[in-house]
């Protein structure tokens, strides 16, 4: 896994945040080091509870973390990245340009778009985690599984049809915890 973290891949897209990322306001983070640490580092761990295919959504992608990061580890998954800042939704294109990912970008609210049948569901700081669950539901594929970098203090989510399956925290010193849950609702059909 080290050598994709620090492939040519995500040092370009790395690049291509750090250029951008006071004309989009996408990060206050500088330092390439820095925003390895904090983003990439993390999201690495979360890639280890993600399919290596399948169709992946990133509610609120905003610069693309995790999503952009976990296509570029899990190259057989497909991404569907959601972000209804239009700028930041034509970066996200730009990047996936770049990149070569296999990736839509929707510059939308994850609630007005038809279902997107995915397999994979993954979000980082956009609101709490039932209400991402919620977004997630009307999404997901029976069996997808749901992956969100949450406060270290964070306690399981309640949502109908998902199940917490476990968490653990993402590194030592980290302040964040990684949770999962499995959509196991089986009272409609995807």
Same mark, same amino acid.
């Given at each position: 896994?080290?050598?994709?973290?620090?492939?040519?891949?995500?040092?370009?897209?790395?690049?291509?945040?750090?250029?951008?990322?006071?004309?989009? %306001?996408?990060?206050?983070?500088?330092?390439?080091?820095?925003?390895?640490?904090?983003?990439?580092?993390?999201?690495?761990?979360?890639s280890e509870y993600i399919p290596d295919t399948g169709r992946m959504l990133d509610i609120g992608s905003?610069?693309?973390?995790?999503?952009?990061?976990?296509?570029?580890?899990?190259?057989?998954?497909?991404?569907?990245?959601?972000?209804?800042?239009?700028?930041?939704?034509?970066?996200?294109?730009?990047?996936?340009?770049?990149?070569?990912?296999?990736?839509?970008?929707?510059?939308?609210?994850?609630?007005?778009?038809?279902?997107?049948?995915?397999?994979?569901?993954?979000?980082?700081?956009?609101?709490?985690?039932?209400?991402?669950?919620?977004?997630?539901?009307?999404?997901?594929?029976?069996?997808?599984?749901?992956?969100?970098? $949450?406060?270290?203090?964070?306690?399981?989510? $309640?949502?109908?049809?998902?199940?917490?399956?476990?968490?653990?925290?993402? %590194?030592?010193?980290?302040?964040?915890?990684?949770?999962?849950?499995?959509?196991?609702? $089986?009272?409609?059909?995807?």
């Amino acid at each position: 896994m080290d050598h994709l973290i620090n492939s040519e891949k995500m040092h370009a897209y790395m690049a291509l945040v750090l250029r951008f990322r006071k004309v989009l %306001n996408l990060t206050s983070v500088s330092d390439a080091a820095i925003f390895k640490r904090r983003f990439i580092d993390p999201t690495a761990l979360m890639s280890e509870y993600i399919p290596d295919t399948g169709r992946m959504l990133d509610i609120g992608s905003g610069m693309g973390v995790p999503g952009i990061p976990l296509l570029i580890l899990k190259s057989g998954v497909h991404g569907v990245l959601v972000e209804r800042r239009k700028k930041r939704a034509e970066f996200l294109r730009h990047v996936v340009r770049e990149l070569g990912l296999s990736a839509e970008v929707h510059d939308a609210s994850v609630e007005d778009l038809p279902c997107m049948h995915v397999d994979i569901c993954v979000a980082r700081a956009v609101t709490r985690v039932n209400v991402l669950l919620d977004m997630c539901s009307m999404h997901t594929n029976r069996g997808a599984t749901a992956v969100f970098p $949450v406060p270290i203090n964070e306690v399981p989510a $309640v949502s109908a049809g998902w199940t917490f399956k476990e968490s653990f925290i993402a %590194n030592a010193g980290s302040e964040q915890r990684i949770q999962i849950y499995k959509w196991e609702d $089986v009272s409609r059909e995807t």
